[in-house]
Nanobody
Framework: QVQLVESGGGLVQAGGSLRLSCAASGGTFSRYAVGWFRQAPGKEREFVSRIMWSGISTVYADFVKGRFTVSRDNAKNTVYLQMNSLKPEDTAVYYC?????????????WGQGTQVTVSS
Protein backbone atom coordinates (compact mmCIF):
# COMPACT_ATOMS: atom_id res chain seq x y z
CA GLN A 1 0.00 0.00 0.00
CA VAL A 2 1.18 3.50 -0.88
CA GLN A 3 0.51 6.62 1.15
CA LEU A 4 0.54 9.97 -0.64
CA VAL A 5 0.82 13.46 0.81
CA GLU A 6 0.39 16.62 -1.26
CA SER A 7 1.99 19.92 -0.33
CA GLY A 8 2.84 23.28 -1.85
CA GLY A 9 -0.61 24.78 -2.16
CA GLY A 10 -1.49 28.24 -1.00
CA LEU A 11 -2.75 31.64 -2.03
CA VAL A 12 -1.34 33.28 -5.13
CA GLN A 13 -2.46 36.13 -7.35
CA ALA A 14 -3.43 35.63 -10.97
CA GLY A 15 -0.42 35.16 -13.21
CA GLY A 16 1.67 33.72 -10.42
CA SER A 17 3.18 30.27 -9.97
CA LEU A 18 3.12 27.40 -7.52
CA ARG A 19 4.83 24.03 -7.41
CA LEU A 20 2.90 21.19 -5.85
CA SER A 21 4.62 18.11 -4.47
CA CYS A 22 3.29 14.59 -4.02
CA ALA A 23 5.42 12.60 -1.60
CA ALA A 24 4.96 8.85 -1.37
CA SER A 25 5.79 6.25 1.26
CA GLY A 26 4.99 2.63 1.98
CA GLY A 27 5.49 1.19 -1.49
CA THR A 28 7.62 1.05 -4.59
CA PHE A 29 6.51 4.41 -5.87
CA SER A 30 8.69 4.34 -8.96
CA ARG A 31 6.52 1.55 -10.41
CA TYR A 32 3.39 3.68 -10.46
CA ALA A 33 2.01 6.09 -12.96
CA VAL A 34 0.72 9.12 -11.07
CA GLY A 35 -2.19 11.38 -11.86
CA TRP A 36 -3.07 14.87 -10.70
CA PHE A 37 -6.70 15.82 -10.21
CA ARG A 38 -8.53 18.82 -8.85
CA GLN A 39 -11.92 19.59 -7.40
CA ALA A 40 -13.48 23.00 -6.96
CA PRO A 41 -16.34 23.65 -4.52
CA GLY A 42 -19.63 22.35 -5.87
CA LYS A 43 -17.98 20.70 -8.86
CA GLU A 44 -16.89 17.20 -9.78
CA ARG A 45 -13.29 16.11 -9.60
CA GLU A 46 -11.48 16.57 -12.91
CA PHE A 47 -8.32 15.20 -14.45
CA VAL A 48 -5.34 17.55 -14.69
CA SER A 49 -2.27 15.54 -15.67
CA ARG A 50 -0.64 12.11 -15.64
CA ILE A 51 2.97 10.91 -15.70
CA MET A 52 4.22 7.37 -16.29
CA TRP A 53 6.74 5.64 -14.06
CA SER A 54 9.63 6.50 -16.38
CA GLY A 55 8.68 10.16 -16.55
CA ILE A 56 8.97 10.07 -20.33
CA SER A 57 5.26 10.00 -21.14
CA THR A 58 3.00 12.77 -19.86
CA VAL A 59 -0.60 13.74 -20.47
CA TYR A 60 -2.32 17.07 -19.80
CA ALA A 61 -5.87 18.28 -19.79
CA ASP A 62 -6.47 20.90 -22.46
CA PHE A 63 -7.12 23.67 -19.96
CA VAL A 64 -3.61 23.42 -18.48
CA LYS A 65 -1.51 22.73 -21.58
CA GLY A 66 1.33 25.21 -21.88
CA ARG A 67 0.92 26.34 -18.28
CA PHE A 68 1.42 23.25 -16.11
CA THR A 69 4.29 20.75 -16.15
CA VAL A 70 4.34 17.40 -14.38
CA SER A 71 7.62 15.72 -13.46
CA ARG A 72 8.94 13.16 -11.03
CA ASP A 73 12.03 12.30 -9.04
CA ASN A 74 11.82 8.61 -8.24
CA ALA A 75 14.92 8.78 -6.03
CA LYS A 76 12.95 11.13 -3.76
CA ASN A 77 9.62 9.30 -4.17
CA THR A 78 8.09 12.57 -5.28
CA VAL A 79 6.00 13.82 -8.18
CA TYR A 80 5.71 17.52 -8.92
CA LEU A 81 3.20 19.74 -10.63
CA GLN A 82 4.64 23.08 -11.69
CA MET A 83 1.81 25.54 -12.24
CA ASN A 84 2.52 28.78 -14.09
CA SER A 85 0.29 31.58 -15.32
CA LEU A 86 -2.32 30.67 -12.76
CA LYS A 87 -5.89 31.83 -13.27
CA PRO A 88 -8.73 32.26 -10.76
CA GLU A 89 -10.48 29.29 -12.36
CA ASP A 90 -7.55 27.11 -11.25
CA THR A 91 -8.74 27.50 -7.67
CA ALA A 92 -9.41 24.02 -6.30
CA VAL A 93 -8.16 21.28 -4.04
CA TYR A 94 -5.46 19.39 -5.91
CA TYR A 95 -4.95 15.66 -5.41
CA CYS A 96 -2.33 13.21 -6.56
CA UNK A 97 -3.11 9.53 -7.05
CA UNK A 98 -1.16 6.37 -7.86
CA UNK A 99 -2.50 4.31 -10.73
CA UNK A 100 -3.30 0.63 -10.32
CA UNK A 101 -0.46 -1.67 -11.31
CA UNK A 102 -2.91 -4.16 -12.78
CA UNK A 103 -5.59 -1.95 -14.33
CA UNK A 104 -4.58 1.09 -16.31
CA UNK A 105 -6.84 4.06 -15.78
CA UNK A 106 -7.84 3.09 -12.26
CA UNK A 107 -6.24 4.78 -9.27
CA UNK A 108 -5.70 2.81 -6.08
CA UNK A 109 -4.22 5.40 -3.73
CA TRP A 110 -5.09 9.04 -3.14
CA GLY A 111 -3.65 11.85 -1.08
CA GLN A 112 -5.68 14.19 1.10
CA GLY A 113 -5.26 17.14 -1.23
CA THR A 114 -3.76 20.61 -1.03
CA GLN A 115 -5.69 23.84 -1.48
CA VAL A 116 -4.76 26.20 -4.29
CA THR A 117 -6.42 29.61 -4.31
CA VAL A 118 -5.81 32.11 -7.10
CA SER A 119 -6.99 35.66 -6.55
CA SER A 120 -7.90 38.05 -9.34
Amino acid sequence: QVQLVESGGGLVQAGGSLRLSCAASGGTFSRYAVGWFRQAPGKEREFVSRIMWSGISTVYADFVKGRFTVSRDNAKNTVYLQMNSLKPEDTAVYYCAAESLSRRGEYDYWGQGTQVTVSS
